[in-house]
């Protein structure tokens, strides 16, 4: 079993930054691959960044590509997200989840393949 905590968000101006944070229980994060998604008012969750198991792997969603970075520290038990250059269209609740499997070589795509999820952290950037 898994449990995720997001931590970080709040509300930003347009172009400032954030640092979300997803701690996770258990000792088993360091087999996981682990993603971070968000979802907007009225619109469908989407993936943001995905980060495999060792870290060595990473993707992003084309519009947030150089502006955003994934990163995890096995030995804290804990995936963070770097948001730089923020854009109002950030603005979301931005959910981690952990893969339900261990030592996938697939990247993870799509919100149907992760197992565990957090409850989810506001990003509110203004105008």
């Known amino acids: 079993q898994v449990q995720l905590v997001e931590s970080g968000g709040g509300l930003v101006q347009a172009g400032g930054s954030l640092k979300l944070s997803c701690a996770a229980s258990?000792?088993?994060?360091?087999?996981?691959?682990m993603g971070w998604f968000r979802q907007a008012p009225g619109k469908e969750r989407e993936l943001v960044a995905t980060?495999?198991?060792?870290?060595?792997?990473?993707y992003y969603e084309d519009s947030v590509k150089g502006r955003f970075t994934i990163s995890r520290d096995n030995a804290k038990n804990t995936v963070y997200l770097q948001m730089n250059s923020l854009k109002p269209e950030d603005t979301a609740v931005y959910y981690c989840?952990?893969?339900?499997?261990?030592?996938?070589?697939?990247?993870?795509?799509?919100?149907?393949?992760?197992?565990?999820w957090g409850q989810g952290t506001q990003v509110t950037v203004s105008s």
């Open positions: 980060i495999n198991w060792s870290g060595g792997i990473t």
């Open positions: 258990g000792r088993t994060f360091s087999t996981k691959a």
């Open positions: 989840a952990a893969d339900g499997w261990q030592y996938r070589t697939t990247l993870l795509l799509t919100s149907a393949e992760y197992y565990y």
